[in-house]
């Protein structure tokens, strides 16, 4: 039943239908598994102290990660629609991390107080 809704609204517009067909793509879902695994030992590589220049490569390596990670929500949430996206609990779970990882960017990067962004959750 999912799937022929996704696909009847595949039909109607293209950007819905490149989002489905990026998602349920196997190449998709090895990048984002391998993505996964490459994020986890480059957060298992830093460590105190560490040198300026490893330093500012694993944090170009998170950012990657991080855009990535963002891509592949919003390539979700076009496909499957927030309805379709929220019932399986993985996505839950996927969501709440990169909203997590846009609030540690904008902590880091941006002007933003800790207190504002106690404030803003």
């Known amino acids: 039943m999912t799937m022929n809704l996704l696909d009847l609204r595949a039909k109607r517009k293209w950007i819905f239908r490149l989002s489905l067909r990026i998602v349920r793509s196997y190449l998709f879902n090895l990048m984002v598994l391998l993505c996964i695994i490459g994020n986890a030992i480059i957060l298992a590589l830093d460590r105190y102290p560490i040198e300026d ?69």
Do not use: H, P, Q
């Open 53 to 121: 220049a490893e330093d500012a490569n694993l944090e170009f390596a998170n950012m990657a990660f991080f855009a990535f990670f963002g891509f592949e929500l919003i390539v979700k949430l076009t496909a499957y629609g927030f309805k379709f996206y929220f019932r399986d609990r993985f996505n839950w779970f996927d969501s709440f991390v990169v909203i997590v990882s846009c609030l540690d960017v904008a902590l880091t990067y941006g002007n933003i107080s800790k207190f504002n962004a106690i404030y803003f959750l």
